[in-house]
């Protein structure tokens, strides 16, 4: 049964600052890796998404990376601002389906 | 990317009601979704919507508490049924185009 597990659990920062968020999964035989953002009492937005054949993706000051031999995914957000302040989730899915299994998240706040 | 527009985005309900929770995606898509998201939680799969057929629900969720429709490809509702304090959540709908998954800004439900 996959288990999607994602530290620390809680991270706050200065602005400024690069960070890296941690996140790790069971069985490495995955379809794809997704990086979501979650505003407080909000739905999720998509930050990145990565295939099981690529290694990493990047948008803007995001870059996400995946190691599917060690079951490993990190999210990098370089020079970190106030309004990166969320909770971000990772999420595998259950086979070739779209159903997500996730992660418990990590509650990022960058202080100004 | 298809966007989902789900509503309502908040209720505070009686408990013994139910409430219906509607989502519109701009776009057909094949695969529609609903999770939970239970207070200080992560995302729970509750069930997939089927068009044109019996919803596919999760091991601990019934279709009597969760009735789902799923008229066509561009939307679906989930009621939440007789509902008590527990049920208070926030819940989203979600649809997958191409392999990435996206999400309506969800329901913060509360039961009191």
């Known amino acids: 049964k996959q288990e999607v597990t994602q530290i620390p659990a809680a991270l706050s920062v200065p602005e400024g600052e690069n960070l890296v968020l941690n996140c790790s999964f069971t069985?490495?035989?995955?379809?794809?890796l997704q990086w979501f953002r979650q505003d407080p009492g909000k739905g999720l937005t998509s930050l990145l998404l990565i295939q099981s054949s690529q290694r990493e993706q990047t948008s803007g000051r995001l870059n996400a990376s995946l190691d599917k031999s060690s079951g490993r995914s990190t999210l990098y957000i370089a020079a970190s601002q106030p309004g990166d302040s969320a909770t971000y989730l990772c999420?595998?899915?259950?086979?070739?389906?779209?159903?997500?299994?996730f992660g418990q998240g990590t509650t990022l706040q960058v202080k100004p | 990317s298809a966007v989902i527009s789900q509503k309502p985005s908040r209720d505070i309900c009686q408990r013994g009601t139910s409430l219906t929770i509607q989502c519109q995606v701009d776009?057909?898509?094949?695969?529609m979704f609903w999770y939970r998201q239970q207070p200080g939680q992560s995302l729970t799969l509750i069930a997939t919507a089927n068009q044109g057929s019996e919803a596919t629900y999760e091991s601990g969720f019934v279709i009597d508490k969760f009735p789902i429709s799923r008229p066509n490809l561009t939307f679906s509702t989930l009621t939440v049924s007789n509902m008590s304090p527990e049920d208070s959540s926030i819940y989203l709908c979600s649809g997958q185009e191409n392999t990435e998954a996206f999400f309506g800004q969800g329901t913060r439900l509360t039961v009191v």
């Open positions: 069985d490495s035989a995955i379809y794809n």
């Open positions: 776009s057909q898509v094949t695969m």
């Open positions: 999420a595998v899915p259950r086979g070739n389906t779209g159903k997500l299994i």
